[in-house]
């Protein structure tokens, strides 16, 4: 499972780059998330996989004991979680108010000056 995850978060990456270049601004949102998505896999994994582990220290020790997780990029993730979702949120405001605007979903036709 430990060598699974890099490679997911590797073809999570590349979907949603892939998504992010095409030219309609839905397939721009789905990889918007994808690429959220992608990053918090890849702080779970730079954080360490620990099974059974625990991220405090035992009542009477100075040191947590081996194997313990690392709280830190717990923390990271969960702000990542809700950074993503507002980011998210806004992008599809966003988009959807432009196509309430010009009537099209495709960055070439938004390129005009005419519409505007």
Same mark, same amino acid.
Do not use: C
């Given at each position: ?12 990456? =590349?979907? =949603? ?47 947590? =004991? ?37 009537? =099209? ?12």
């Amino acid at each position: 499972m430990e060598i699974l995850l890099p490679f997911l978060t590797g073809i999570l990456f =590349s979907v =949603s780059l892939y998504f992010i270049l095409h030219r309609h601004l839905f397939k721009l949102i789905l990889g918007i998330i994808l690429f959220g998505l992608a990053t918090n896999l890849f702080l779970f994994v730079v954080g360490g996989m620990t099974r059974g582990g625990i991220a405090i220290i035992a009542q009477g020790n100075d040191l947590p =004991s081996e194997p313990y997780a690392d709280p830190v990029p717990q923390a990271l993730l969960l702000t990542a979680i809700v950074i993503g979702f507002g980011i998210q949120a806004f992008a599809i405001v966003l988009i959807k108010r432009v196509y309430q605007t010009f009537k =099209s979903n495709n960055l070439d036709d938004l390129n005009n000056n005419e519409k505007i």
